[in-house]
């Protein structure tokens, strides 16, 4: 009875398995955006932990890239309460040596600029490696809300390399263009 039992749990566990979900392209991510924006030339589209991420062509892309990401709020909170509440996380998760806050008016309407230098709170020393060098690495945060829904614009360096490809990735916060609703 009991090997039926243990028979009919690994059956039914086979049967009830999902299917495996496909990868997220950088078309789908922005045939689901409710916007449009344009990469400068040469810049490269790739998928970090799940988000479309664009890079200027590099073998180290990962040390510099821009990701724009309409939040979903579980909680009705306001604008100004979430980006704090934003902020503080930033302050927790990281070494912030430097930091700077302000607010404005743009094109987008009125947002939160949030830019700070910093280093990850844990650095992997070892026994072989007791010295390991932090990066420092800077970040520029814009936060904007658009009929009630809010959005970052996150644009993250190595230092040596953030105003280099300020300019561009300030280019592609510029051609965000909201589609029209029908």
């Keep these: ?13 086979l049967s009830c ?36 991420n664009f890079s200027p062509p590099s073998k180290k892309s990962f040390q510099n890239h821009v990701a724009i990401t ?19 996380i930033e302050k927790r998760n990281f070494d912030i040596f ?12 009125d947002i939160y600029i949030y830019e700070y230098e910093y280093s990850w709170k844990h650095v992997h020393n070892t026994k072989e490696n007791p010295t390991a060098k932090k990066n420092i690495y800077k970040k520029y945060f814009v936060f904007f809300q658009h009929h009630q829904e809010y959005y970052e614009f996150r644009y993250l360096s190595v ?22 609703e029908s």
């Design 17 to 52: 398995r999902t299917k495996k979900q496909e990868p997220l392209t950088a078309q789908s991510w922005m045939d689901q955006q409710n916007f449009t924006l344009e990469k400068p030339e040469g810049w490269e589209t790739m998928n970090i932990h799940g988000e479309i």
């Design 159 to 180: 230092k040596e390399l953030f105003y280099k490809y300020f300019p561009d990735a300030i280019g592609i916060l510029s051609s965000i263009e909201f589609k029209t």
């Design 1 to 13: 009875m009991k090997k039926i039992l243990l028979l009919l749990l690994v059956i039914s566990a």
């Design 98 to 109: 430097s930091h700077n806050a302000s607010f404005e008016s743009s094109d987008l309407g």
């Design 70 to 88: 309409q939040i979903q709020i579980e909680d009705a909170i306001d604008f100004h309460t979430y980006v704090l509440q934003k902020i503080a």
